[in-house]
C-alpha cells in the first residue's frame, strides 16, 4: 500500500478573530492561508475555558493548546484538578500535603511557601497559595511565603494589589512575607544561574539583592515602580520580620506551589541536590521539599498532584499502526511538540 505524506501543521497563537486593530492575522498578506479557507474543508476549534480543560474563561495557552490537539480530547489542565480539589474539599486531604504538616508538627522544622504570586493561572493562581494557608493555619503552623511577582502572564504593575491582598489577609491569619523577587530572576528557566542565585539567595538566606530590605511587599514592589522596575524584573528584596528566623535550614519543609514545572525546576535544583554546580552555596540537608506538580521525574521531592497518564494520544496511534512521524520545531517549542503533544 502506497501511503502519502500528512502535515498537521500547528500555528501557534493564529487566532481568528474578524477586528482587524490590532489584529497581526488580519493585516498580514496570508495568500496561502486564505485560499485554504475557501477551497478546502474547515472547522474552528476553541482553544480556551472549558473547551480545554481551564476554568470558564480561563485563557488558552502554547502547552494547553498542543496537550489537547496531541491528545484528542478534553484534558484538564492542573489548574483545573487543582481548583476542582480545593472546591471539593479534596485539597488538604493530599497525601503529599498532609505528609508535610506532620513533619513539621513533629519536629521543629519551618514551613515555606514558594511561588509566583497572582492570578494569571499559567504558572500558579494565588488561590492555591490560600488553600495552603489555611491548611496551615488548621494545624497550628504560622509558615513563611516567599513572594514570586508576575507582570508577564499578568499586567505589569499587578503585583502590588495582589501583595496589598494577600498583606490583608495575614493581619488576621498565621503567616509572613519573608522575601519578594520578580520571576526573571527566580523562575529562569534558561540556566542562567546568576538569575537564579540572586532569588535563591532571597529566598533561603534572607538576603535581598545588594542587601536591600523593604518593610512589607507592597512597599518594596512601590520602591520598585519607582525605579521603573514593574513586576517581572523586581530585583529580590528581603522582607523585614523584626527578629524572627526565616532562613531556610536542616530540616524545613519547602512546598512549590507553582504548577507548572519549567520555570521552577531550576530553583528547586538548588535545594534538592548536593552536587549542585550552577554556582557555589552550602548544601542544606535533610530538606522535605514537595512541588504541587511533577517538575521531574529524578527529583528527590512529594508531589501533590502527579501526572495523569493519557492514553491512546496522537503520536502513539500512529506509532502503534507502524508509521513514522517525525515532530519538528525550533528549540523554543521543543517541549512542545514532545512532552506536551504527546501528553
Known amino acids: 500500500m502506497n501511503y502519502k505524506p500528512v502535515a498537521l501543521i ?7 478573530r474578524e477586528v482587524e486593530h490590532g489584529n497581526a492575522v488580519v493585516q498580514a498578506h496570508t495568500p496561502n492561508y486564505h485560499n485554504w479557507l475557501r477551497t478546502r474543508e474547515r472547522a474552528v476549534l476553541d482553544a ?13 495557552n502554547s502547552e494547553v493548546g498542543h496537550l489537547n490537539l496531541g491528545a484528542g480530547r478534553i484534558v484538564y489542565q492542573d489548574l483545573t484538578r487543582i481548583n476542582l480539589a480545593i472546591q471539593e ?58 513572594i514570586i511577582t508576575d507582570g508577564r502572564d499578568t499586567p505589569p504593575q499587578s503585583g502590588r494589589p495582589f501583595a496589598q491582598k494577600l498583606e490583608k489577609y495575614l493581619e488576621s491569619h498565621s503567616g509572613v512575607i519573608a522575601s519578594v523577587s520578580g ?78 514545572a519549567d520555570r521552577m525546576r531550576q530553583l528547586v535544583q538548588i535545594f534538592a541536590f548536593e552536587d549542585f554546580a550552577g554556582f557555589e552555596r552550602p548544601f542544606i540537608p535533610n530538606l522535605h521539599l514537595v ?38 520545531a525550533e528549540t523554543e517549542k521543543y517541549a512542545h511538540v514532545t512532552y506536551f503533544f504527546n501528553g
Request: charged share 20%.
Open 291 to 328: 512541588t504541587m506538580t511533577n517538575y521531574e521525574a529524578s527529583f528527590p521531592v512529594e508531589v501533590v498532584f502527579p501526572d495523569v497518564e493519557l492514553k491512546n494520544v496522537l503520536a502513539e496511534v500512529i506509532s502503534k499502526a507502524g508509521l513514522t512521524q517525525l515532530h519538528a
Open 89 to 146: 474539599g479534596e485539597f488538604a486531604q493530599q497525601p503529599a500535603l498532609r505528609d508535610a504538616i506532620e513533619k513539621v508538627k513533629q519536629g521543629n522544622g519551618k514551613l515555606h511557601f514558594i511561588g509566583l504570586l497572582g492570578e494569571g493561572g499559567v504558572h500558579s493562581h494565588q488561590n492555591h497559595l490560600y488553600a495552603l494557608l489555611q491548611l496551615a493555619e488548621a494545624a497550628e503552623i504560622d509558615p513563611i511565603i516567599h
Open 48 to 60: 480556551s475555558g472549558e473547551a480545554v480543560g481551564l476554568p470558564d474563561g480561563q485563557m488558552g
Open 10 to 16: 500547528i500555528l501557534d497563537g493564529w487566532g481568528i
Open 183 to 260: 520571576r526573571y530572576y527566580t523562575m529562569d528557566r534558561d540556566r542562567r544561574w546568576q538569575r537564579t542565585e540572586m532569588g535563591y539567595r532571597a529566598i533561603a538566606n534572607h538576603e535581598g539583592h545588594e542587601g536591600a530590605t523593604a518593610v512589607s511587599a507592597t512597599a518594596a514592589l512601590e520602591k520598585s515602580y519607582s525605579d521603573g522596575v514593574t513586576d517581572e524584573f523586581v530585583l529580590p528584596v528581603a522582607i523585614d520580620v523584626g527578629e524572627r528566623n526565616v532562613s531556610i535550614e536542616s530540616g524545613d519543609c519547602l512546598i512549590f506551589y507553582n504548577f507548572r
